[in-house]
């Protein structure tokens, strides 16, 4: 299973970017894929998850600003980021878990400043 993760980049605070995250191998089609990010000195924690069927879990940071979506048909996870602040700044990371294993992509980095 392979992730390729992209969409990152440098933004002001205040504004928006997609990420997009696609999986490819053969996997369990009923899954949870989601987005964790790691700032400079701090342990990865996570920002949202959707499964198969769409239901969500979003960290109480990025509640209202983030959305999360996917493509089944693609294998595809999303996060729409808006209204980014300086402390989004990390390295987000996507995740694909299939039963208990977890796999991750290569990261991509989110940089807000002005």
């Known amino acids: 299973v392979q992730l390729q993760a992209s969409g990152g980049g440098l933004v002001q605070p205040g504004g928006s970017l997609r990420l997009s995250c696609t999986a490819s191998g053969n996997f369990f089609r009923v899954n949870v894929m989601g987005w964790y990010r790691q700032a400079p000195g701090k342990q990865r924690e996570l920002v949202a998850v959707?499964?198969?069927?769409?239901?969500?879990n979003y960290a109480d940071s990025v509640k209202g600003r983030f959305t999360i979506s996917r493509d089944n048909t693609k294998n595809t996870v999303y996060l729409q980021m808006n209204s980014l602040k300086p402390e989004d700044t990390a390295v987000y990371y996507c995740?694909?878990?299939?039963?208990?294993?977890?796999?991750w992509g290569q990261g991509t980095q989110v940089t807000v400043s002005s």
């Open positions: 959707i499964v198969t069927g769409g239901s969500t």
């Open positions: 995740n694909l878990r299939v039963t208990q294993y977890d796999f």
